[in-house]
């Protein structure tokens, strides 16, 4: 049997697990703009959560595989709240920065792969924000007709999926270097 906590937690991945189904379900509805408009926001916010969770992710790794001079604080997704994704973005490019990341690889010679999926992801996060705002900031907008709308969603919807994308090879390839 599950204590509260633990039946918390369990109950709460699986909130995320429904919601992300849905909204993929959402996204599959192409026909009424409003429907592409909706869910590329709702991935947003998923892609904003995930990088909460990367973020915590990564500090912790580098946190358990440095010596104490360069250790950092480990944040929580929790810490990370508050952040607008345009900020969880800023979080993500201190990472990016080759001499700011500790991240290793298995050998010398190989190529760093976290470094250039990183760099993926910083390129893909600054078009999905910038995508965003531009979308909500001009949804209302008498130079912005539906059928325009409607393209930078389904656009949105593409560079949100390709985020994703990155976000979990990212955490895979955190993981595949734990070992």
Do not use: C
């Not at 929580?76 to 990472?95: A, G, S, Y």
């Not at 010679?109 to 001009?138: A, F, I, M, P, Y």
């Amino acid at each position: 049997m599950l204590n509260n906590t633990s039946k918390s937690i369990v109950e709460w991945w699986a909130k995320i697990r429904l919601l992300k189904d849905q909204i993929n379900k959402l996204e599959q509805l192409k026909d009424a703009p409003i429907i592409a408009i909706a869910a590329f926001l709702l991935k947003s916010q998923i892609i904003e959560f995930e990088l909460k969770q990367l973020i915590f992710s990564i500090d912790l790794y580098i946190y358990s595989n440095t010596s104490g001079v360069f250790r950092r604080r480990v944040r929580t997704p929790r810490d990370l709240d508050n952040l607008t994704l345009r900020k969880l973005v800023r979080e993500i490019e201190q990472f990016v920065n080759k001499s700011d990341i500790l991240i290793k690889t298995q050998t010398n010679k190989s190529k760093n792969k976290q470094l250039d999926t990183l760099g993926k992801l910083k390129k893909n996060l600054n078009e999905l924000v910038n995508k965003r705002d531009k979308l909500t900031h001009h949804l209302f907008d008498s130079g912005k007709n539906i059928r325009d709308l409607n393209n930078d969603a389904l656009k949105g919807i593409e560079i949100a999926s390709n985020t994703l994308i990155l976000i979990e090879k990212l955490e895979k390839e955190i993981k595949k270097y734990e070992k």
